[in-house]
């Protein structure tokens, strides 16, 4: 299990979830998306998924469970393959960007990298797509 550098394992996971396992909430989330995540924070700077854990209102960026108003039975946030990211110093279209230029989420991931385009944050997901960098329309 991939254990980031850079989040708290709380950043992950809304605060019920948390509150029942602890550090093995990790557990549900799947090690490539933890991986970028530590990425995204490494190259662009300050990086929010869930803030709850310091008085901020975002707990669902990360999984979502059945108790969510954002939770969808087959959404990667579901199966633990999904974050929504925020940025302090630059916007979600130029990380957007910036990362279709590069491979390197690709090669982080193993696997195919998707991203939401038309939107003000990030979501970028590791669901089984065709190799490469995806992007989808809300």
Known sequence: MYIPKHFKPQEF???SVYNDRGD????????RILRIADYLRERYGSTTINNW????NR???GLRTPDSPY???YS???MGRAVDCIFKDISAEE???DIKKADILTDLALSSVT??????WLHIDVRNNKLGINSFLP
């Not at 093995?24 to 090690?31: F, H, R, T, V």
């Open 71 to 73: 939770y969808s039975m």
């Open 13 to 15: 996971v809304p605060p």
């Open 76 to 78: 990667q946030h579901t």
């Open 95 to 97: 990380v957007r960007e």
């Open 24 to 31: 093995k909430s990790l557990q549900l989330i799947d090690d």
């Open 53 to 56: 854990c310091w008085g901020g």
């Open 59 to 61: 707990q669902w960026s």
């Open 115 to 120: 991203l939401e385009d038309g939107v003000s």
